[in-house]
């Protein structure tokens, strides 16, 4: 059975720092782009950091550039999301998500039914 389990949500305030982890079973994620989603009430979906779990390549979207950052740790089939400099706009279901990556690194036209594997998230909330 695969699984992607998020933890390390929780309450910061803004300025704060949270790391996010996603601990992935299963299968081997070789071949797949490992992306973290998140959505606040009300918003829509927004995919935000993409790693490719090969190559370990990176791509972010503007509104997380320069405060998040994404990694693997293979040996522990873990993807960790260091989240710095928080604002309550990041305030969110924060979701990791894996799909094939023949669909490239980019996160551009993403659709959730691109992505063959959801955890079940993790609260952030950001405080002002």
């Known amino acids: 059975q695969v699984r992607l389990v998020e933890s390390g949500g929780g309450l910061v305030q803004a300025g704060g720092s949270l790391r996010l982890s996603c601990a992935a079973s299963?299968?081997?994620?070789?071949?797949?782009?490992m992306v973290w989603v998140r959505q606040a009430p009300g918003k829509e979906r927004e995919f935000v950091a993409a790693?490719?779990?090969?190559?370990?390549?990176?791509y972010y979207v503007d509104s997380v550039k320069g405060r998040f950052t994404i990694s693997r740790d293979n040996a522990k089939n873990t993807v960790h999301l260091q989240m710095n400099n928080l604002a309550p706009e990041d305030t969110a279901v924060y979701y990791c998500?894996?799909?094939?990556?023949?669909?490239?690194?980019?996160?551009?036209?993403?659709?959730?039914?691109?992505?063959?594997?959801w955890g079940q998230g993790t609260q952030v909330t950001v405080s002002s």
């Open positions: 998500a894996a799909r094939p990556a023949s669909y490239g690194l980019a996160l551009v036209y993403e659709r959730a039914d691109l992505y063959d594997y």
């Open positions: 790693i490719s779990w090969s190559s370990g390549s990176t």
């Open positions: 299963g299968r081997t994620f070789f071949g797949y782009v």
